[in-house]
């Protein structure tokens, strides 16, 4: 981790074009999964906020085969866990075969 008062960020930023870069990368990460769980908290049917959350991890980090993506529960629950906000318990529970 690193800490830097406003005055050393804006340094480092005009002086170190790489840094800059990184720092954009990671921040407009951040903003995206940010984006992501806002967008999901306001679905209010926990069912549509899994399923639009799996096909999201489908179309990113799923293998493709001839009838559509094919993903790992247990992978895409701990995706859950980190992109939507949810608990491991709250994806089990909101499964289509619970």
């Not at 984006?35 to 959350?53: P, S, V």
Request: net charge positive; aromatic share 8%.
């Amino acid at each position: 981790m690193l800490v830097l008062n406003e005055k050393l960020y804006e340094n480092m930023i005009g002086s170190n074009p790489d840094f800059a870069r990184k720092m954009n990368k990671v921040l407009s990460e951040r903003i995206r999964r940010a984006d992501a769980i806002i967008q999901n908290i306001m679905t209010t049917n926990r069912q549509n906020q899994l399923w639009a959350g799996l096909m999201q991890y489908a179309r990113e980090k799923g293998v493709a085969t001839f009838k559509g993506h094919r993903v790992r529960v247990d992978e895409f629950t701990s995706w859950a866990v980190q992109h939507l906000g949810w608990s491991t318990r709250t994806c089990r529970e909101s499964s289509p075969s619970s």
